[in-house]
């Protein structure tokens, strides 16, 4: 098999484009997609600040040493979940990346913050674990961005990651959460903007791509993972996919051209600022501080 | 394993409901569930004359003896595809069921009528198998309803067909066949209403009706089957709700409840008659005319 543009050894192929590739057009040809994605949708810009959050996976480093390596301005956050063993080996894959190339880290220890991690967290709030993960991250994500200054929170998502949630929520028809499932997500008051510049890779175009970049990065799975409705789901794409390349891209794009046929019945809902920290929500109280700010919330409330 | 219903022993769970059934039960539960889709949906009245398409399969025998059993008007119509064996024995499993149960049986034979089966008529009118088998079949159904006086085509499309076929489309956004995957179309002009009774029924549990009540039925798959991609959707859903049982269910329930967002995108076509066979297209002459009709179609342009 020979790389399509130099007639050199191919290292893989692109399925969905029919491509062989060697190792430095593959590298070339993926930051190119994501350029087009950035472009496509109008992410970001040069001179804006760029919040990127790491895990320690092959993705979220991906995105960052390719923002980085285009001239972006990029800070690393981790969030250090407190699940024993996988976080400090998560911590020390960011750590590592960030010394290698000289990207600023800041991280958040929930163990630091709230004494306990995300599953003792979980079991004493009465919630599932991947739930409140997603939610104190995503809060975490931007406060920090808007408390710093910065004009982004960039995201590893990968094209797997939109169409094994985009399926799961339409098998369920959750149109509130499948009008979220964009590219981007604009600025409103205190919500910084949210962009996903992967979402034209698919993983093992991402597994791929950190490998041949020589990032190190954490191979192993969380071990409260997602739940295994969601596996099922993104494997059954992955059979569909190998069967016919390209639909998980086409199922995505018209996702896309056809989200305002979703949008007209969804209203947005009308935020206002968290009684307690002052953060957008839909209620009187944002979630985050419902759930682990409970003494406040008691307090805030023996008051009215 | 007992019968939720009796205590006796139970011979299937119905893991949806979490329902273990005895047979009797068992046969009782899946009659319900018929009827229910048939008044859920205003599908057929009890005075009305019912053509049921045979393909000697489980399902479409299965719906014309549940009918029966229920005291519709049922007469079966099948299509003989003419592929060899296959056909064949197809065509005798519809004989020995219309003299089991005395139901009147009409076969329409694609080599009588055109001199060729199936596959040598997709080669000769560079048509993929498939999807000429489906546009001569639903030409026929129709063809024989209108000029016979049948009220209603019924075929037996169950859950599994419902929401494959539905999957495959959403992964492909193709928005006109989604509109049409209803359990009824109802009546206009030429077009004879189209029931689909058994769209609460999984593949599974049909397969055990018929099974339970002594129906004889081709067990063999058609050669020329469906394609793979198909499958591998038909095959994902599986995976999907042997992990949450009731996906397939909420899934086509839930587009059902949405239908309204697509229907408004897409504008009805408007139909007129074919200017050679004077059924119902949305062109000057119909797909099947076109495709079949050749020399007609042929003449009748020359004298334009």
């Not at 980085?68 to 976080?87: D, E, F, P, R």
């Not at 993983?203 to 950190?210: F, L, P, S, V």
């Not at 954490?218 to 969601?230: D, W």
Request: glycine share 6%; proline share 3%; charged share 25%.
């Amino acid at each position: 098999m020979k790389c399509r543009k130099c007639s050199q050894k191919a290292v893989i192929k692109i399925y969905q484009h029919n491509l062989p590739l060697c190792k430095e057009h593959f590298l070339e040809f993926e930051e190119e997609r994501v350029r087009k994605a950035i472009q496509d949708f109008q992410m970001i810009e040069r001179k804006e600040k760029l919040l990127v959050v790491v895990s320690g996976g092959k993705d979220s480093l991906s995105v960052a040493y390719m923002l980085k390596k285009m001239g972006y301005t990029v800070h690393l956050l981790h969030i250090n979940l407190g699940i024993g063993k996988y976080s400090l080996l998560s911590q020390e894959k960011c750590e590592k990346f960030s010394s290698q190339h000289s990207l600023p880290l800041t991280v958040i220890s929930l163990v630091e913050e709230w004494g306990k991690g995300i599953g003792e967290l979980a079991h004493s709030t009465y919630k599932s674990t991947c739930s409140l993960c997603g939610m104190v991250k995503r809060y975490y994500f931007n406060k920090f961005a808007y408390e710093n200054g910065f004009d982004a929170v960039v995201t590893g998502h990968n094209l797997d990651d939109m169409t094994s949630a985009l399926l799961a929520n339409i098998l369920g028809w959750r149109i509130s959460y499948m009008v979220k499932q964009t590219p981007v997500l604009r600025e409103e008051g205190k919500l910084k903007k949210k962009v996903k510049p992967l979402i034209y890779l698919t993983e093992r175009e991402t597994a791929a791509y950190a490998f041949l970049s020589s990032i190190d990065y954490i191979r192993e799975e969380c071990p409260f993972s997602a739940n295994s409705t969601f596996l099922k789901v993104k494997h059954a794409l992955n059979e569909i996919e190998k069967e016919s390349p390209g639909t998980k891209f086409s199922f995505y794009r018209g996702l896309l051209k056809n989200l305002h046929l979703f949008k007209e019945k969804e209203k947005k809902p009308l935020l206002r600022e968290c009684a307690i920290c002052g953060f957008p929500t839909i209620m009187e109280v944002c979630s985050f501080c419902k759930t682990l700010r409970k003494e406040e919330v008691k307090k805030y409330a023996s008051h009215l």
